[in-house]
């Protein structure tokens, strides 16, 4: 059961980051949106649940380098906002 949770995690997370790519190259959504950057985490968690579970380390790796930046541009666009 615990491998078949595991997997849709996985999966969901590829699907997140996908989806956000997918707008972006479409010119549906900004680089610079909230949303943009909280699709590239909250996938990025997934694919990190999944790689880490099967083993994978440097797509984790990858995974956790890239929820940092996501992360990061989401601090750095709120104290612009906040200015």
């Known amino acids: ?8 995690i996985g999966w969901a997370g590829a699907a997140l980051v996908l989806l956000a790519y997918g707008l972006l190259s479409a010119h549906r959504m900004s680089s ?21 579970w099967n083993g994978a380390i440097p797509s984790a790796v990858v995974n956790v380098v890239w929820m940092a930046i996501g992360a990061h541009a989401l601090w750095r666009n709120s104290r612009v906002r906040s200015r």
């Open 32 to 52: 610079r949106s909230a949303a943009y950057q909280w699709l590239n985490i909250g996938g990025s968690v997934g694919l990190v649940i999944n790689t880490l």
């Open 1 to 8: 059961m615990m491998k078949w949770a595991i997997e849709i």
